[in-house]
């Protein structure tokens, strides 16, 4: 299944909040794809965000090729 950009002006996210009796808002509802949509993207950003730090405090590293090619 494809997923729809969240952020285009015809799909725009448009949650719906659950208001307390006070009308505090306490909890909110998302269309599945947006709700998808927005996981993918923090899994996308937290697996840039291991990988730079990886990056930046291995003095080395073998390239995927490099190991295959040991094989």
């Known amino acids: ?3 729809t950009n969240p952020t285009t002006a015809s799909n725009a996210i448009r949650p719906q909040y659950i208001l307390d009796q006070t ?3 306490t909890a ?3 269309d599945i794809v947006t709700f998808e949509n927005i996981l ?3 899994e996308d950003n937290y ?3 291991i990988g730079t730090q990886i990056l930046a405090t291995e003095d080395s590293y073998t390239d995927l090729d490099e190991l295959a090619a040991k094989r």
Request: aromatic share 0%; glycine share 6%.
């Open 47 to 49: 697996l840039a965000k």
């Open 23 to 25: 009308g505090n808002k």
């Open 28 to 30: 909110v509802i998302l």
């Open 1 to 3: 299944m494809k997923k």
């Open 40 to 42: 993918e993207a923090l």
